[in-house]
């Protein structure tokens, strides 16, 4: 640490860590648009300005690095005009939609013209005169560039922590947009949905394909029909920086409380068939072990993964776990088993399923499992129904989930977080392989937040190598090793969002550096916390064996659980 001097008082920041950051840790504001915690500076959107001393023209502060001695004022008349023409002029080419925009409220741009107080007077322009089209192409993604401020976070995070590429900056009369290769719809691009681009949107430029308005069309309209919804692992956490909680909080019991309030009949959990997935996962793992293959599997829970896998590196659908995911088995469950077991018709049941993720909305369109889950809602849209109900979030009285599919455990729990499913499955695996309880139900060695992890897991002699990757760009480092014949992994977990689904597409916009691993502390707790800690162990999993399914990997599991893919 080194002393600075910001707008007259003496602090003390990292020596070569940016003045940006350091300005903001001693609580000083600074307006910015370009910049994002996760991604490269590149002072392009010239709102950070500050006045260095001995250093001449005002500089951005997410490219200064701190020195020891370096005296900044953050404020004064110059800085502030130099803040309010580059204001002025994103201004002058923004829609004016905002009361019926779907960040409104959320908008960091919004929120900077009503700071600098930017009158529309310089408004050039109305919805009517649309510049760029609208790019409705995308099943999980809504791309309207005429909102887009410029800033280009979305092509920094597509290219360097997904290492996707798909979009880029390109010249359109006197300014750069971002844009997809050939100008194609973004569904006919190579993008897997994974909707970081929309996370680290400051504004309404890309969004999640919003669903939220048929979920309170189908709440309002009930008729006969019976409304649930179905929640992810990782929303449960997240959806509390919505609300004013601190990041990592556990909301579980305040969140089925709001499901209801918004008028869902039932309120089943994913985590009840994430622990289905373990168990179905683990024993096709064992049954691969026994006849030798194909290795590496790799989990296939992760949408965005599958495309990414179909799209570009289709040799190794053989070696994809043919297990749907939690959300898909919930679908089929719903509208199969549970139809039944309440006698209801399936057509009657609307199923919402409530996720961090945009690829699942991708997902229930696939066409095996079409029909099957009806709406997803991320984890930001989950909260505007929440705000739209007039939901007092915390001062709501807790509310558990439903039976028979809203039971679980603490391993599913940590499907949220990166290496959770891969510690699940093998908590499961090792006892059905052994017969014998695990020396220690945390398996650390799978744990932590690096891209690319690995670790040799002993199952009573039988040496398991297990991979775990995070981020597209780490996958894709990892798969160029797995097809080079670099790497022997027996088992492989992917996730193509940093910190694994915590960290989605859909998951609240957070410019806090440290929000991966605050929230999956929370997921941790969660697990931590339960009395049953391992996916075989959970009764109502044994009971829907016995009920319906029969057996793991039974005829009917491979019907209603299991999928296929195709390039
Ligand atoms: Fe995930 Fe999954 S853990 S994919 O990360 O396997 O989205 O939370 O719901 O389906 O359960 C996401 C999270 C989620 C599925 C489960
Ligand atoms: Fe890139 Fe993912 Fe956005 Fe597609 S959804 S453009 S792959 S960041």
């Not at 409104?104 to 109305?126: A, P, V």
């Not at 009930?222 to 692992?233: H, Q, V």
């Not at 994430?274 to 683990?282: F, G, H, N």
């Not at 799978?446 to 775990?468: F, Y």
């Amino acid at each position: 640490m080194v002393p600075i001097t910001i707008n007259g008082r003496r602090v003390e920041a990292e020596e070569g860590s940016s003045l940006l950051e350091a300005c903001e840790n001693a609580g000083v504001f600074i307006p910015k648009l370009c910049y994002h915690p996760a991604l490269e500076s590149v002072g392009t959107c010239r709102l950070c300005l500050v006045d260095v001393k001995g250093m001449g023209k005002l500089q951005p502060s997410c490219m200064t690095k701190v020195a020891s001695g370096l005296e900044v004022v953050t404020e004064n008349p110059e800085i502030l005009e130099a803040i309010r023409a580059n204001l002025r002029l994103l201004r002058s080419r923004h829609p004016n939609d905002c009361m019926t925009c779907e960040v409104n409220g959320r908008c960091q741009f919004q929120d900077l013209l009503y700071r600098y107080q930017i009158e529309d007077k310089y408004d050039k322009m109305s919805r009517i005169e649309r510049k760029e089209e609208l790019d409705l192409s995308s099943p999980s993604l809504v791309r309207d560039m005429d909102k887009c401020v410029l800033c280009g976070r979305c092509v920094r995070v597509c290219a360097s922590i997904q290492g996707m590429n798909i979009l880029a900056m390109v010249n359109r009369g006197s300014v750069e947009i971002p844009e997809t290769v050939f100008e194609l719809p973004l569904n006919s691009t190579q993008c897997i949905n994974c909707g970081q681009c929309a996370t680290v949107c400051p504004v309404g430029a890309i969004i999640e394909k919003p669903h939220i308005h048929d979920v309170v069309d189908a709440l309002k309209h009930k008729d006969d029909r019976i409304i649930i919804a179905s929640t992810a692992p990782a929303v449960r956490v997240a959806i509390s920086e919505e609300f004013g909680l601190a990041p990592g909080s556990i909301s579980t019991g305040h969140m089925v409380a709001a499901l209801r309030k918004c008028g869902f009949d039932k309120v089943f959990d994913t985590n009840f068939t994430a622990d289905l997935t373990t168990v179905e996962e683990a024993n096709e793992f064992i049954a691969r072990v026994k006849t030798g293959g194909p290795f590496p599997m790799f989990t296939s829970c992760c949408p965005a993964w599958i495309n990414m896998v179909e799209k570009l590196y289709p040799e190794l659908i053989p070696n994809i776990s043919s297990c749907r995911s939690p959300q898909a088995m919930m679908g089929s469950l719903v509208k199969t088993f549970y139809a039944k077991k309440i006698g209801v018709a399936p057509e009657k049941i609307v199923l919402t399923s409530i996720m961090p993720c945009t690829a699942k909305k991708d997902e229930i369109q696939r066409e095996q499992l079409a029909g099957d889950t009806d709406y997803v809602l991320t984890t930001r849209e989950l909260a505007k129904l929440f705000r739209l109900n007039d939901v007092n979030f915390s001062s709501l009285e807790e509310s558990d989930f439903d039976s028979p599919l809203g039971l679980s455990t603490g391993a599913a729990a940590i499907f949220g977080a990166t290496g959770g499913v891969m510690e699940s499955a093998l908590r499961t695996a090792y006892e059905t392989i052994t017969g014998k309880d695990l020396p220690s139900v945390d398996l650390n060695a799978v744990r932590g937040l690096e891209g690319i992890r690995d670790a040799v897991v002993d199952v009573d002699g039988l040496k398991v190598k297990v991979a775990i990757a995070n981020g597209g760009a780490n996958v894709r480092k990892l798969i160029e090793k797995v097809l080079a014949k670099e790497a022997d992994y027996h088992f492989i977990e992917i996730m193509e969002c940093r910190g694994g689904c915590v960290g989605g597409g859909g998951e609240p916009k957070s410019m806090d550096k440290d929000i991966l691993p605050k929230r999956i502390g929370g997921i941790y707790k969660i697990d931590h916390d339960m009395k049953m800690r391992k996916a075989h162990q959970n009764p109502a999993i044994k009971e829907i064996y016995e009920e319906f399914l029969e057996k793991p990997n039974s005829h009917i599991a491979h019907d209603l659980l299991h999928t296929h893919y195709h390039s």
